[in-house]
């Protein structure tokens, strides 16, 4: 089963740019797609940007032209670029596969 780890998260000021990373153990990384999924606080997860193996991505509208997810399949990781970050997308940002693997999450809040 493939293990994901996610890195990059931290504490930025609102119009910040951040890149979180998610890399992956195992093979057949590339044949995945992966999700991007955030959790705020007293609310449910939500989905918030994927990349196919083909590169083909989709993105939430909530962070459409903000937030873009890439992949670097020889280091086995993904990425999720954000930039423009609002108060609103402060939460716990995970990682999935589409075979149902998830990572352990990093944080990003958003303040002044």
């Known amino acids: 089963q493939v293990q994901l780890v996610e890195s990059g998260g931290g504490s930025v000021q609102p119009g910040a740019s951040l890149t979180l990373s998610c890399t992956a153990s195992?093979?057949?990384?590339?044949?995945?797609?992966i999700g991007w999924f955030r959790q705020a606080p007293g609310k449910e997860r939500e989905f918030v940007a994927a990349i196919r193996w083909n590169r083909n991505t989709a993105s939430a509208d909530s962070v459409r032209g903000r937030f873009t997810a890439s992949r670097d399949n020889a280091k086995n990781t993904v990425y999720l670029q954000m930039s423009s970050l609002k108060f609103e997308d402060t939460a716990v940002y995970y990682c999935?596969?589409?075979?149902?693997?998830w990572g352990q999450g990093t944080q990003v809040t958003v303040s002044s």
């Open positions: 195992g093979s057949a990384f590339n044949r995945y797609t």
């Open positions: 999935r596969t589409s075979e149902g693997s």
